[in-house]
T-cell receptor, first 108, second 118 residues
Framework: EDQVTQSPEALRLQEGESSSLNCSYT??????LFWYRQDPGKGPEFLFT???AGEEKEKERLKATLTKKESFLHITAPKPEDSATYLC?????????FGTGTSLTVIP | GAVVSQHPSWVICKSGTSVKIECRSL??????MFWYRQFPKQSLMLMAT?????????EQGVEKDKFLINHASLTLSTLTVTSAHPEDSSFYIC??????????????FGPGTRLTVL
């Protein structure tokens, strides 16, 4: 069964304390893996698309990496404004599967 | 690029009335649009997928007669909640997928519509 699991469910970091969020997947025929950021009361904001194992993408303090079984979203020296829920999704065939998200809180 | 808008951003209506929510892709042609529902502190729940000019495909458990979806053009999809009841109160989010840059795979989301049914 195709599945996407994100961990941890919630993460509290001190400002400047780097960490990683995990998105593991069991799907057949991965076409793409996507990371989104969602703020409360808003729609998800697109961050990255990764297509193949070994691929990396960076944007400001965020870096996404992909292996054959999982993806990591690394957050370097986070700031309070990085607080949000981070969602990952995988595309297999024409079907998208979303994880349940990691709620990140960065404390000043 | 790849901007999706939704209108209205919030709506309050009386029980029994119908509400229409619009979703527009502003700078690309959306061959596929998706409608999601999200409850507080929960993840996205896909309601239906629609391709331009075709009937929407609804997920199991979603009443197609209650949630009417029309994808009449490559830039516009509408969701009509018919005979709304308090249990339909939720956050509705659309997304669009089409030719954006070099990719056709990425979904771009609208800002969401908060529906409150009294």
């Amino acid at each position: 069964e195709d599945q996407v699991t994100q961990s941890p469910e919630a993460l509290r970091l001190q400002e400047g304390e780097s960490s990683s969020l995990n998105c593991s997947y069991t799907v057949s025929g991965l076409r793409g893996l996507f990371w989104y950021r969602q703020d409360p009361g808003k729609g998800p904001e697109f961050l990255f698309t990764l297509y193949s194992a070994g691929e990396e993408k960076e944007k400001e303090r965020l870096k996404a990496t992909l292996t054959k079984k999982e993806s990591f979203l690394h957050i370097t020296a986070p700031k309070p404004e990085d607080s949000a829920t981070y969602l990952c999704a995988v595309l297999t065939g024409n079907q998208f599967y979303f994880g349940t998200g990691t709620s990140l809180t960065v404390i000043p | 690029g790849a901007v999706v808008s939704q209108h209205p951003s919030w709506v309050i209506c009386k029980s029994g009335t119908s509400v229409k929510i619009e979703c527009r892709s502003l700078d690309f042609q959306a061959t596929t649009m998706f409608w999601y529902r999200q409850f507080p502190k929960q993840s996205l729940m896909l309601m239906a997928t629609s391709n331009e000019g075709s009937k929407a495909t609804y997920e199991q458990g979603v009443e197609k007669d209650k949630f009417l979806i029309n994808h009449a053009s490559l830039t516009l999809s509408t969701l009509t909640v018919t005979s709304a009841h308090p249990e339909d109160s939720s956050f509705y989010i659309c997304s669009a997928r089409g030719q954006t840059g070099s990719s056709t795979d990425t979904q771009y989301f609208g800002p969401g519509t908060r529906l409150t049914v009294l």
